[in-house]
């Protein structure tokens, strides 16, 4: 089975655009979910989707948002980027036996200058 | 508040030598703990979990220990090699559907010297 994929792998925004981030599952996982990582911060949990609906919500502010599709495909949007955006964003896929076993793609890094 | 706490940044240990990556969470209701192996430019994969109603798992050379009553977790990698040279991070989960919460620690850069 191919892997999780994201897209672009890189990005460079300034402050105040906004970008949208892609996130295709391993095929037969329903659930994806959305993270950010930024150094020693470890991973924070933004947003989780399933069957196109979304699950479970992160402390993060409204500016982050995501959407699922009927083929499980899922995109995170940012608006009106900030500095602090700067981070690897990671999508993880599950299947329906293991929401605990999570599969990540590579991420993509946006840096916001 | 960090209900996931890694507190070595990093970790530098012989090839050969047994490496200990330690984990502590406050959270008694988490059930189910994962450690989780990173390395540069690639997302993090699976590497080995436990439930809380069990104190060891062993798979090959990683074996994970849970002490409930300290509320920690530990991960040992024993002999250690050159490739397990990466990040380590800790996650514990509890709860199901919309209360279900998978909370990551902030990770331990282990390197393993020749």
């Known amino acids: 089975k191919a892997g999780v994929t994201q897209t672009p792998r890189y990005l460079i925004k300034t402050r105040g655009q906004q970008v949208t981030l892609s996130c295709s599952p391993i095929?037969?996982?329903?659930?994806v979910s959305w993270y950010q990582q930024t150094p020693g911060q470890g991973l924070q949990f933004l947003f989780e989707?399933?069957?196109?609906?979304?699950?479970n919500k992160g402390n993060f502010p409204g500016r982050f948002s995501g959407r699922q599709f009927s083929n499980s495909r899922s995109e995170m949007n940012v608006s009106t980027l900030e500095l602090g955006d700067s981070a690897l964003y990671l999508c993880?896929?599950?299947?329906?036996?293991?929401?605990?076993?999570?599969?990540f793609g590579p991420g993509t890094r946006l840096t916001v200058l | 508040d960090q209900q996931v706490k890694q507190n070595s940044p990093s970790l530098s240990v012989q090839e050969g030598r047994i490496s200990i990556l330690n984990c502590d969470y406050t959270?008694?209701?988490?059930?189910?703990f994962l450690w989780y192996k990173k390395y540069p430019a690639e997302g993090p994969t699976f590497l080995i979990s436990?439930?809380?109603i069990k104190d060891k798992n062993e798979d090959g050379r990683f074996t994970v220990f849970l002490n409930k009553s300290a509320k920690h977790l530990s991960l040992h990698i024993v002999p250690s090699q050159p490739g397990d040279s990466a990040v380590y991070f800790c996650?514990?989960?509890?709860?199901?559907?919309?209360?279900?919460?998978?909370?990551w620690g902030a990770g331990t850069k282990l390197i393993i010297k020749p």
């Open positions: 989707y399933f069957s196109e609906t979304q699950r």
């Open positions: 436990i439930s809380s």
């Open positions: 993880a896929s599950s299947d329906p036996s293991g929401r605990d076993t999570q599969y």
């Open positions: 095929s037969g996982h329903r659930s």
């Open positions: 959270n008694s209701m988490f059930d189910y």
């Open positions: 996650a514990a989960s509890r709860g199901m559907d919309s209360n279900y919460q998978l909370i």
